[in-house]
Antibody, heavy 124, light 110 residues
Framework: QLQLQESGPGLVKPSETLSLTCTVS??????????WGWIRQPPGKGLEWIGS???????YYNPSLKSRVTISVDTSKNQFSLKLSSVTAADTAVYYC????????????????WGKGTTVTVSS | QSALTQPASVSGSPGQSITISCTGT?????????VSWYQQHPGKAPKLMIY???KRPSGVSNRFSGSKSGNTASLTISGLQAEDEADYYC??????????FGGGTKLTVL
């Protein structure tokens, strides 16, 4: 059974870079049938799509975060990672990684397998 | 890219049916049949309930159904059960390989 697990620091200082990794087990991240993505949820608020990556390295980002986000993939480790730069308190959230099914033309679409999420707090 | 509009809360009694709306624009909900719905219980990760507007993943109860008309998608839950009490989020493809979520709806089973 496919499982996703987020890992990384739970506390990041303002202006620094948030770095998280998602480890995929029970399946291969190199499958041609899926994208892999990051979604976040600030405390008491709704979900926000951050961005997604294909095993080949093709990426798509939320336009509102694009200037600060980098998502990368390491197929040898079956992992993908998120870097969010210049963080502020507004970036405090639970960060989820997820597997995307594909739209007909191959773009990332629905999220059918999710990690449990990891809480990241931005504070000095 | 603005968030899709959902009612903040809905409620219903056990056995009843409720509908949650998700309103977007012709650039997202209205432009593609790529709307998905997620259920989230407190402290848990979201769970996919509907995709492609109206398709249910394996294992999701047929009490959950989805539809779309114009720029508004809807999730209907029939035969409400206590376990359905949760937050529900819609999500739509929004062009240029981007996704947009709704603000979420809290369902209370009375």
């Amino acid at each position: 059974q496919l499982q996703l697990q987020e890992s990384g620091p739970g506390l990041v200082k303002p202006s620094e870079t948030l770095s998280l990794t998602c480890t995929v087990s029970g399946g291969s991240i190199s499958s041609s049938s899926y994208y892999w993505g990051w979604i976040r949820q600030p405390p008491g608020k709704g979900l926000e799509w951050i961005g997604s990556i294909y095993y080949s390295g093709s990426t798509y980002y939320n336009p509102s975060l694009k200037s600060r986000v980098t998502i990368s993939v390491d197929t040898s480790k079956n992992q993908f990672s998120l870097k969010l730069s210049s963080v502020t308190a507004a970036d405090t959230a639970v960060y989820y990684c997820a597997r995307h099914g594909l739209a007909n033309w191959g773009s990332p679409y629905y999220m059918d397998v999710w990690g449990k999420g990891t809480t990241v707090t931005v504070s000095s | 890219q603005s968030a899709l509009t959902q009612p903040a809360s809905v409620s219903g009694s056990p056995g009843q049916s409720i509908t949650i709306s998700c309103t977007g624009t012709s650039s997202d909900v209205g432009g593609y049949n790529y709307v998905s719905w997620y259920q989230q219980h407190p402290g848990k990760a979201p769970k996919l309930m509907i995709y492609d507007v109206s398709k249910r993943p394996s294992g999701v109860s047929n009490r959950f159904s989805g539809s779309k008309s114009g720029n508004t998608a809807s999730l209907t839950i029939s035969g409400l059960q206590a376990e359905d009490e949760a937050d529900y989020y819609c999500c739509s493809y929004a062009g240029s390989s981007t996704l947009v979520f709704g603000g979420g709806t809290k369902l209370t089973v009375l």
